[in-house]
């Protein structure tokens, strides 16, 4: 099956694996539907009669109770096994690392047995992979993760972002989410993992629009940088403010957090630049983490930031938010006791969940980017 993958197009890789699996299986027919969390949805990239993009409108299936096992897949990361017929529908959930890609469906003419699930399941697995590797060559993927353009604006704020919006390794879990306003706010989040070290940060451009978007450029270029060559969060923060007033065309700022976490012992070190602390739970108590702001980033050039110290334990959430999850609007929502009534669920369930009721609690006018990341520390591997 890989050597027939690794010949083909990068457009056509997800319709050749599908043709060879559908050919070791004998399956009937053979799907990736690719996760658009923003729509809640599941877009069909592969189906016989599926055309290129442009050429045909793709099947979109609504991620909601009307369509249950299909949202069981994704939420639960479990295959699903619906008799239909003679045969079965299987879903198997399409993931790496946690970054829940979408589905891999599977029409079979009879029951599967356990060795049918397990190559199914081995085969979703292997997908993943092959998306990882190949979305970047082609805008395959991102176009079916797309229901409608992106103004400019929001094409700069994506490209800001991490490629995967969840990772998990043995010592955490991360997810993160930005749902954008109208009117584009310029929020981003980012994160990286290292041997020893998790860093991450979330960051709110003054502004909208492409201003905000090229403000949150310039924050986001400079703290990679930075890390990049191994700076500490303080060098960071500095080489960020500075950038950001020398650069900047107009006055403008961005506030932000930037964290490092210790995977080792937990210890975990953290910048405030004028934002929001986050929020901890911390076994039934949802409150938040009590840290000395300094000023955003780009407000002075020769301004000085400090680290401050916290040391997670086992069980711990740190849920990170810009000022859009705290719309005035909104302010009726009580978003500690929301968290706390969520402490089951994953990280993934959690940010959409809580993204979803802040936008339901402004009658789905967000009057700036709604951006947020959840932390789960299981404690040090």
């Known amino acids: 099956m890989l050597a027939a993958v690794e010949a083909a197009a990068p457009v056509d890789t997800v319709r050749v694996f599908a043709r060879e699996l559908r050919r070791q299986v004998d399956a009937v027919q053979v799907s990736f539907l690719i996760a658009n969390f923003s729509a809640r949805s599941l877009t069909r990239l592969t189906q016989s009669a599926t055309q290129g993009p442009g050429e045909r409108a793709p099947e979109q299936v609504p991620l909601s109770d009307d369509v249950l096992p299909y949202e069981r897949a994704v939420l639960t990361q479990q295959v699903q096994i619906v008799p239909e017929g003679a045969g079965a529908r299987l879903l198997a959930p399409v993931s790496t690392r946690g970054d829940a890609m979408g589905v891999l469906e599977l029409l079979l003419p009879a029951p599967a047995d356990d060795d049918v699930r397990a190559l199914i399941k081995a085969a979703a697995n292997t997908l993943a992979l092959v998306i990882t590797a190949e979305r970047r060559h ?6 079916g993760n797309r229901i409608t353009p992106l103004v400019l604006a929001a094409e700069i704020q994506h490209r800001l972002l991490p490629d995967a919006f969840t990772c998990e390794a043995g010592t955490f879990t991360l997810a993160a989410w930005l749902e954008p306003a109208g009117n584009i706010g310029g929020d981003t989040f980012d994160y990286s993992l290292d041997r020893t070290k998790l860093f991450l940060s979330i ?4 502004g909208h629009q492409v201003e905000a978007a090229l403000l949150a450029t310039l924050a986001v270029g400079s703290l990679r940088n930075s890390r990049r060559a191994g700076a500490d969060l303080v060098t960071m923060a500095g080489a960020a403010n500075r950038a950001i007033e020398e650069n900047s065309s107009d006055p403008g700022f961005v506030t932000g957090l930037l964290m490092s976490v210790d995977l080792r012992d937990g210890s975990t070190e953290i910048v405030n630049a004028g934002h929001p602390p986050p929020l901890l739970q911390r076994g039934g108590e949802v409150r938040p983490l ?3 702001p300094d000023l955003p980033l780009g ?8 680290v401050q110290h916290f040391q997670l334990q086992p069980g711990d959430r740190l849920i990170l938010l810009t000022d859009g999850m705290l719309e005035r609007n909104a302010e009726h929502l009580d978003l500690a006791a929301f968290i706390a009534d969520h402490a089951a669920d994953h990280p993934r369930q959690l940010i959409q969940a809580l993204t979803a009721a802040v936008e339901d609690a402004v009658g789905g006018e967000l009057a700036d980017d709604a951006t947020v ?4 520390w299981h404690g040090p591997a």
């Open 138 to 143: 082609t805008d395959l993927y991102e176009w």
């Open 203 to 206: 960051t709110d451009a003054m």
């Open 290 to 292: 009590q840290l000395t």
């Open 299 to 306: 407000i002075r050039p020769d301004l000085g930031y400090q």
């Open 373 to 376: 990341m959840c932390l789960h």
